[in-house]
């Protein structure tokens, strides 16, 4: 499924893009990689694993890695919810833990192709468990854009703490991807990440695909891919992963 789309003012923003990178090292959640798509397929499920690696033997690097699993579901031609059933994190320095819940939903506001760009929305709630961990909201817009072969998606993410002692400010984060449809199974490309409030900045290399299953409606989608760290507060490595299982 076209689960990453495009956006044309790429063209004229390649120098806004190398900025447009990372998420906080020791701050970020495996929501931080990845680049949302507007698009929804009507009553499509999916099951997905996606996670991340830090590769850098800094101490406030070393060892960092998150991972979740989460469940689908398309109830509309416009409305796609996903819950995370399971967010874990490992710190550097410290054991791995598990971070909460999520509940997420993708809203499709224009049909593909219809305008300039497709474009969506994201609003997501998030509930911590762990002691110190406050439950946050996260919501913003989504864009894309097909330029023959190449395809280009922009995400803007605002997100607030919420609950008892819960910082006043909301945080900004940003993310790109760009591929080249070589085929359905093979779409290399580049990713690039930003969370201005943590001076963060990555961008790198990813290859993403999907492959239906001869006979059913189902497919696997895939992508794999490292960004490197941009800056001297970026882990010098990050090591991105996703699976999802997608049916009808």
Same mark, same amino acid.
């Given at each position: 499924?076209?689960? &990453? ?31 949302? &798509? ?153 990713? #690039? ?40 507060? #970026? ?5 991105? #992963? ?7």
């Amino acid at each position: 499924m076209p689960r &990453s789309a495009r956006f044309p003012l790429l063209r004229s923003a390649a120098a806004c893009l190398a900025v447009a990178c990372a998420a906080a090292a020791p701050r970020a959640h495996a929501d931080d990689f990845i680049v949302y &798509s507007p698009h929804v397929i009507a009553t499509q499920s999916e099951i997905e694993v996606r996670g991340y690696r830090y590769d850098d033997p800094r101490a406030d690097f070393n060892g960092g890695s998150a991972a979740e699993l989460s469940l689908a579901h398309t109830f509309n031609n416009w409305w796609k919810a996903e819950l995370y059933v399971a967010k874990y994190k490992k710190a550097p320095g410290e054991g791995e833990h598990l971070l909460g819940y999520e509940l997420e939903n993708t809203f499709q506001l224009t049909p593909v192709g219809e305008y300039w760009a497709d474009f969506g929305f994201l609003a997501a709630y998030e509930h911590n468990t762990r002691p110190g961990e406050h439950d946050a909201a996260e919501f913003g817009p989504l864009i894309a854009k097909t330029v023959g072969r190449t395809t280009h998606t922009l995400n803007l993410i605002w997100e607030k703490q919420l609950g008892a002692g819960a910082a006043g400010k909301y945080e900004f984060r940003y993310a790109y991807q760009g591929t080249y449809t070589v085929s359905s199974a093979f779409r290399p490309g580049i990713e #690039a990440y930003g969370r201005p409030a943590d001076h963060a900045y990555q961008a790198g290399p990813v290859v993403a695909g999907e492959w239906r299953i001869p006979g059913t409606m189902a497919e696997f989608e895939y992508r794999v891919g490292v960004v490197f760290g941009i800056n001297a507060a #970026a882990p010098r490595r990050t090591w991105l #992963a996703q699976l999802e299982y997608e049916f009808f």
